[in-house]
T-cell receptor, first 112, second 114 residues
């Protein structure tokens, strides 16, 4: 079972920031937070991951609370192409024996 | 190619037929994963290879499902005597590292069993 809780759906106006929350209250000390997204009819795409510090890359920013029980993925300027299902996943890094466990994710709709 | 390639893109099988789904991972990637995704659900783990070794097959739903990666590159997922409940998108992913959690996914094969 997924160890994360996400809202089933969200809307965001084009050009605005999209803030996608995720709860992972049972995360253990060595587990990372990963975000993937899946655009319609495509395979999932890796976005970003973090352990406890906030992270930023060319796609998004990841804000992790100090107690690590929740996080937020931020798409700073959402475009129509960002419409997708976003999955928050908690996993040990590069462990192999604990593959990524996807939940149902959040369906983000970016509206013009 | 630059990404993970899966073929065929679509497959329609009659119930009871055997099918084989192919995955070409990114060249040099050590890890290869297969996932099954039912309509409206997130992907569910089937099996994991590290090079040619199948280290985890705990997600395979029955003994009708078999996966191999004999030379540590291309992988095939075979489903014998297909059933309607096997209808799903089958996703392959590869990662540079052993057990890599930053994985690249293919577009998947949509299997429909009629």
């Amino acid at each position: 079972d997924a160890k994360t809780t996400q809202p089933p759906s969200m809307d965001c106006a084009e050009g605005r920031a999209a803030n996608l929350p995720c709860n992972h209250s049972t995360i253990s000390g060595n587990e990372y937070v990963y975000w993937y997204r899946q655009i319609h009819s495509q395979g999932p795409q890796y976005i970003i991951h973090g352990l406890k510090n906030n992270e930023t890359n060319e796609m998004a920013s990841l804000i992790i609370t100090e107690d690590r029980k929740s996080s937020t993925l931020i798409l700073p300027h959402a475009t129509l192409r960002d419409t997708a299902v976003y999955y928050c996943i908690v996993s040990y890094r590069n462990s192999g024996n604990t593959p990524l466990v996807f939940g149902k994710g959040t369906r983000l709709s970016v509206i013009a | 190619g630059a990404g993970v390639s899966q073929s065929p893109r679509y497959k329609v099988a009659k119930r009871g037929q055997d099918v084989a789904l192919r995955c070409d991972p990114i060249s040099g990637h050590v890890s290869l994963f297969w996932y099954q995704q039912a309509l409206g659900q997130g992907p569910e783990f089937l099996t994991y290879f590290q090079n040619e070794a199948q280290l985890d097959k705990s997600g395979l739903p029955s003994d009708r499902f078999f996966a191999e990666r004999p030379e540590g590159s291309v992988s095939t997922l075979k489903i014998q005597r297909t059933q309607q409940e096997d209808s799903a998108v089958y996703l392959c992913a590869s990662s540079q590292r052993a057990g890599g959690t930053e994985a690249f996914f293919g577009q998947g094969t949509r299997l429909t069993v009629v």
